[in-house]
């Protein structure tokens, strides 16, 4: 009697232990040391852009009364460091949560279930969140009857310019679709590793 074919189920994240010497890097333990690294440098560079930020207009008088060079290169100083910090802090924590993620499915020496379980689960919140935002745009444009775009800012009313309205709706969900196939591309071969190989 010919059995039933069976869905793909979710695999369980699991850590491979290896009895290998403590003089070995399994590459496990190699992505969970950059992802603690990149943690760590998101979290130092966060604090200290809010702190630049807080501060930005006490430093901008003193700057201003400055001449010359020295003006030029105290102003390319701090705008240099407004625009790296929170992209030094949004940077380390994507590469944190990229190299945590392949940490957990990679062989490593000791095994921390609870730890790969939090890390799993916020990934997959991290590499859906642009198409969550995406269908929150289009439910917030259905439940208001306008869509706004910021560059250049518009706004399309539904009840007076259907066209546009319903172009921008298609817009959002073309993205919020692009959007949720890369993050499946991605967690596809590591929620259902038999699916994945008999493509």
Known sequence: ??????????????????????????????????????????????????????????????????????????????????????????IGFVLAIWFGVDSVYKPRRTASLLLDRVIVATGLVVWFTPALAALVVVGQALASGRIHFVRPPRDYFLATDPIAFWQGVGFWLIMGGLFAFLAWRYWRARLFPRSATTD
């Open 1 to 90: 009697m010919p059995s039933t074919p069976q869905s793909p189920q979710p695999t369980v994240p699991h850590t491979t232990v290896s009895p290998a010497p403590s003089a070995v890097s399994l590459p496990g333990d190699q992505a969970r040391r950059r992802a603690l690294l990149s943690l760590l440098v998101s979290l130092v560079a966060l604090p200290a852009s809010w702190l630049l930020f807080s501060q930005l207009e006490r430093l901008w008088p003193g700057i201003v009364r400055m001449e010359g060079i020295t003006f030029m290169a105290a102003a390319t100083l701090l705008g240099g460091a407004m625009a790296i910090g929170p992209l030094t802090a949004a």
